[in-house]
């Protein structure tokens, strides 16, 4: 088996069933466990103390934004990742405009821009949710002058992938790309340089694969991305674990 990077999970989220499963899988997978709040920050760094190619992010996601607690959250990130010296990545974090969401624009801004600088302070790579906020995180990340990010479960077209290739980003292809239906996510994927693209299951959040292993569903993924673009597995596999790697601290 070949070594695979999941470059977005929720291990907190998985039943332990499952989670017992993975940690089996762990010499040949390497997974980034997000954050949605700061009710998930302690679990998520406590697994990756206990599990070497776990790796923890912590942030807060724009759907688990409390206005009255926020700024006190935001305290604690800053806190928290003082007193770790184990921290992966920032994430997952970004804006939300579909309009369940838009109440919250400006304080998603906010939230996003200091969660931004925060990462670029302490040298971290950020995991990024963007939806109907495409001009926004590009311009975001560009005055701040981020590279280092992955665009987790980029539901765009190329067009709109684009300046983030251009900025150094990767793009997080995930379960998706297993319902066939899908053209639109498979021309994102033919269009895209194979250096620019991760792989990601979101667990427990993903659609498709539910029925796989979770190393199975990251090779699936990595199959239909080597059929699309008529490279070899194993060099898909590799490649992606790579771009993983260059914007993950792994150590
Ligand atoms: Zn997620």
């Not at 990251?218 to 080597?226: G, P, Y």
């Not at 597995?233 to 490649?239: G, S």
């Amino acid at each position: 088996m070949s070594n695979i990077f999941d470059s977005h999970c929720h291990l907190v989220d998985i039943d332990s069933n499952e989670l017992s499963v993975i940690t089996e899988q762990l010499s040949n997978l390497s997974l980034l466990s997000v954050s949605k709040s700061i009710d998930d920050w302690d679990k998520t760094l406590e697994l990756g103390r206990l599990f070497p190619n776990i790796l923890p992010a912590i942030g807060i996601h724009p759907w688990f934004i409390n206005e009255s607690s926020v700024e006190n959250h935001l305290g604690s990130l800053k806190s928290t990742i003082a007193l770790t010296n184990s921290l992966s990545m920032i994430g997952e974090i970004g804006l939300d405009f579909d309009s369940k969401y838009i109440h919250s624009k400006e304080i998603q801004i906010h939230v996003f821009e200091y969660q931004v600088e925060v990462a670029l302070r302490c040298g971290l790579g950020i995991s990024i949710h963007c939806r109907k906020a495409f001009d926004e995180v590009r311009s975001v990340l560009g005055s701040h002058n981020v590279s280092r990010a992955i665009m987790h479960g980029f539901s765009g077209s190329y067009e709109q992938a684009k300046p983030f290739i251009g900025l150094g980003c990767k793009l997080g292809i995930g379960t998706q790309l297993l319902n066939k239906q899908s053209t639109k996510y498979e021309r994102l994927v033919r269009q895209s340089p194979i250096e620019s693209l991760v792989l990601e299951t979101d667990a427990p959040y993903g659609k498709h694969g539910q029925n796989l292993s979770h190393y199975d569903r990251l090779m699936v993924i990595a199959k239909r991305i080597a059929t699309i673009k008529q490279l070899d597995v194993a060099e898909v596999v590799d490649m992606t674990y790579a771009s993983a790697k260059s914007i993950i601290r792994c150590e």
